[in-house]
């Protein structure tokens, strides 16, 4: 592995040259806050009369169009959703310098070939990994979020120098920067919100919540136990992995968690992460993405509204309404 930290980052490429972020979403605030405070030169580019326009402006930073935006720019950063990448690439494209860098926070649109970048442009990833509040909390605090880095292209030979610069300015490598490439984050990245963080972790506190309700629990002592409580579990695991878990949790808990978690995540789960993987992997999901997208999203709405109107999100409301700590 390698990891990259301060000591590597030479800022001198990026000596007065301008970023302009595209997007000011959860990663585009963040980024642009975070760059302009070490102090770079920060241009967003933005639709006017988006909300994003108007927030940006609030937040003190230099708002044009994205045509008028790129111009000038020795990196064009594209915090956009994934999916608007491609049209967005194709409408600023012949605006981009000359020898600029093209960038990502996730492969993507790189990666399944929806954006194709133009042979002169050096195309580079610095994926945080973690959301765009907490690149900016912890940027604030003197801390940083820690990232990936990874070269698509490198036609200027100066590739993997500017993306460190970059990262630095974020504050991504106070916390460190490991080298990966496009196949590997934009993998990893997609198999981990899937099988684990997000599909996963949602799957398994909804069937723990059936299983409980249904057996004739209380669904507001189930939501307790499988939603709530999650979080203290999470915390533990992050902060010092499975030891400090183990730790806190009691003994009776940690011989359940021992003999009874292999059952639930068993050999047929692990074969579907396996196909989950597999469809990650030969462009399957990708495919199947973007043509939802370009159908109007019918099956994403569906599924979301599906997942709202789960009795979980009822009770989980009313009991989140009583826990006043909870609210801001
Ligand atoms: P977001 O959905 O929070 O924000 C997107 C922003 O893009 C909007 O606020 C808007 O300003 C702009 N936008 C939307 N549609 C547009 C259009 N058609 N044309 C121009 N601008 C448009 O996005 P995000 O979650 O910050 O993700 C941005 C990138 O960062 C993605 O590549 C994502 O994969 C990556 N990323 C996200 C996270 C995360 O935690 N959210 C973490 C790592 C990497
Ligand atoms: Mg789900």
Known sequence: ????????????????????????????????LNLKDSGFNVVMGLRSGGASWSNAKADGLTVLEPNEAVKGAKIVMFLTPDMVQKALYESVVDDIEQGATLMFAHGFAVYYKQVQPRSDLDVSLIAPKGPGGLVRRQYEEGHGVPCLVAIHQDSSGDALKIALAYASGIGGARAGVIATTFAEETETDLFGEQAVLCGGATELIVAGFETLVEAGYQPEVAYYEVMHELKLIVDLLHEGGLKKMHKFISDTAAWGDMISGPRVVDSASRAAMKEILNDIQDGTFARNWVAEN?????????????????????????LRGRMDWLQD
């Open 1 to 32: 592995m390698q990891m990259y930290s301060e000591a590597d980052v030479d800022h001198s490429c990026l000596a007065d040259s301008q970023i302009t972020i595209l997007g000011y979403g959860s990663q585009g605030r963040a980024h642009a």
């Open 294 to 318: 370009e159908n109007g999203m019918p099956e994403f709405k569906r599924l979301m509204q599906e997942d709202l109107d789960h009795p979980i999100e009822k009770v989980g409301a009313d």
